[in-house]
């Protein structure tokens, strides 16, 4: 029965593609669903993935009862609901990433704060970025939806995408973009990564999807892109900067002079996804609406690229309509995981959480 519940998804998976063979790859989809109820969600922006005795665990951020929900991937079961604290020594303010590095050492993002938690939610550490990074309204250390929260265990260090405040889209140009602090010595530097080649010469004009994108590492080394520019790039890392890699697919966005319709009618590259596993890179694509529809953020269709490591393109697949929610995937050992709880995804279920898992595996590697 399993196996041919994978066939069909495998079918409307395809049925809704289209395929570049630069490299032979190899897919089938499987759909995982997880009964909650009401103190859990359908959906979570925040999240990381771990193992646990070789379980294959989710630990999510519960906005709305402040407190940390933990799945189990493998038993599609909820194993916990760990209320946080707001106030006192323990206090914890909404939080806007997570990096679970081991059930002592989790990492939690606020704006202007670094915490270091266990898994029961009791305060280790608690660093200040603002003054850390001697921020004064300029460049503020930031973590969000496309730039996720990553402790490096090799050079001791985390990645903050820096927010320029204040200062006009032409210079920031010239700005760098990422801030590490090292937790050792709780020293800040900068990597010589900058805006491309494309921002630069459009003097900034490419809209307001002008976030740096990044996931993870992969092998050690950093991959990220920019939102407004298909390249995606590869920075190799060994607690330093060695030097980046580039590789062009798809032409990059024009700027228009209406911002919303510009961010509405281009696509957006998404933030690429490092997978360990099968040495293999995911971008998402937040295309233009389909022509003749109402356009709106809504109605964005969604695409996958996929990379083997060393940035070479292999496939791209266009994906079902009004079916995955935007950002919320993760890769395991199971796969790429997808969130089935698009808003407007007619078969969106409120009692589970519910994620197709895509395996793909290059017969090449």
Same mark, same amino acid.
């Given at each position: 029965?399993?196996?041919?519940?994978?066939?069909?998804?495998?079918?409307?998976?395809?049925?809704?593609?289209?395929?570049?063979?630069?490299?032979?790859?190899?897919?089938?989809?499987?759909?995982?669903?997880?009964?909650?109820?009401?103190?859990?969600?359908?959906?979570?922006?925040?999240?990381?993935?771990?193992?646990? @005795?070789?379980? $294959? =665990?989710?630990? *999510?951020?519960?906005?709305?009862? %402040?407190?940390? !929900?933990?799945? #189990?991937?493998?038993?599609?079961?909820?194993?916990?609901?760990?209320?946080?604290?707001?106030?006192?020594?323990?206090?914890?303010?909404?939080?806007?990433?997570?990096?679970?590095?081991?059930?002592?050492?989790?990492?939690?993002?606020?704006?202007?704060?670094?915490?270091?938690?266990?898994?029961?939610?009791?305060?280790?550490?608690?660093?200040?970025?603002?003054?850390?990074?001697?921020?004064?309204?300029?460049?503020?250390?930031?973590?969000?939806?496309?730039?996720?929260?990553?402790? @490096?265990?090799? $050079? =001791?260090?985390? *990645?903050?995408?820096?927010?320029? %405040?204040?200062? !006009?889209?032409? #210079?920031?140009?010239?700005?760098?973009?990422?801030?590490?602090?090292?937790?050792?010595?709780?020293?800040?530097?900068?990597?010589?990564?900058?805006?491309?080649?494309?921002?630069?010469?459009?003097?900034?004009?490419?809209?307001?999807?002008?976030?740096?994108?990044?996931?993870?590492?992969?092998?050690?080394?950093?991959?990220?892109?920019?939102?407004?520019?298909?390249?995606?790039?590869?920075?190799?890392?060994?607690?330093?900067?060695?030097?980046?890699?580039?590789?062009?697919?798809?032409?990059?966005?024009?700027?228009?002079?209406?911002?919303?319709?510009?961010?509405?009618?281009?696509?957006?590259?998404?933030?690429?996804?490092?997978?360990?596993?099968?040495?293999?890179?995911?971008?998402?694509?937040?295309?233009?609406?389909?022509?003749?529809?109402?356009?709106?953020?809504?109605?964005?269709?969604?695409?996958?690229?996929?990379?083997?490591?060393?940035?070479?393109?292999?496939?791209?697949?266009?994906?079902?309509?009004?079916?995955?929610?935007?950002?919320?995937?993760?890769?395991?050992?199971?796969?790429?995981?997808?969130?089935?709880?698009?808003?407007?995804?007619?078969?969106?279920?409120?009692?589970?959480?519910?994620?197709?898992?895509?395996?793909?595996?290059?017969?090449?590697?």
């Amino acid at each position: 029965m399993k196996n041919s519940i994978q066939l069909i998804l495998v079918f409307v998976f395809f049925s809704c593609s289209s395929t570049t063979n630069n490299g032979n790859l190899s897919i089938i989809v499987e759909k995982i669903q997880i009964p909650i109820d009401e103190k859990f969600l359908n959906t979570y922006q925040i999240w990381d993935s771990y193992y646990e @005795n070789e379980e $294959s =665990k989710l630990l *999510a951020y519960n906005e709305t009862r %402040h407190s940390f !929900d933990v799945f #189990s991937l493998d038993k599609q079961s909820t194993l916990s609901q760990i209320p946080l604290e707001r106030e006192g020594p323990d206090g914890i303010d909404k939080v806007d990433g997570l990096d679970y590095y081991n059930e002592d050492s989790i990492f939690l993002y606020s704006r202007g704060k670094l915490y270091i938690s266990t898994i029961e939610g009791k305060i280790s550490k608690v660093h200040s970025l603002y003054e850390l990074f001697n921020f004064d309204g300029g460049g503020e250390p930031s973590i969000n939806f496309y730039f996720k929260l990553r402790y @490096n265990p090799v $050079s =001791k260090s985390v *990645a903050f995408f820096i927010v320029y %405040h204040n200062t !006009d889209q032409k #210079s920031k140009g010239n700005l760098p973009l990422i801030g590490l602090l090292n937790l050792e010595t709780l020293k800040t530097n900068y990597l010589p990564i900058y805006h491309s080649d494309f921002f630069k010469r459009n003097e900034g004009n490419v809209g307001f999807v002008t976030y740096l994108g990044f996931n993870d590492f992969l092998d050690g080394s950093m991959i990220y892109n920019f939102q407004y520019q298909s390249n995606i790039y590869c920075l190799s890392t060994e607690g330093n900067l060695n030097k980046g890699k580039e590789v062009k697919h798809i032409l990059p966005l024009i700027n228009l002079d209406n911002i919303d319709s510009h961010a509405i009618n281009n696509t957006h590259f998404l933030s690429p996804i490092p997978d360990p596993w099968r040495k293999l890179i995911y971008r998402f694509n937040w295309e233009a609406p389909i022509k003749g529809k109402e356009n709106s953020f809504l109605q964005k269709k969604t695409s996958l690229t996929v990379f083997d490591s060393k940035l070479k393109k292999l496939q791209h697949y266009s994906l079902p309509d009004y079916t995955y929610q935007i950002n919320n995937w993760f890769v395991t050992k199971k796969g790429l995981f997808l969130n089935l709880a698009h808003p407007a995804n007619p078969t969106l279920k409120e009692n589970t959480l519910e994620f197709h898992v895509v395996k793909l595996r290059n017969d090449e590697f």
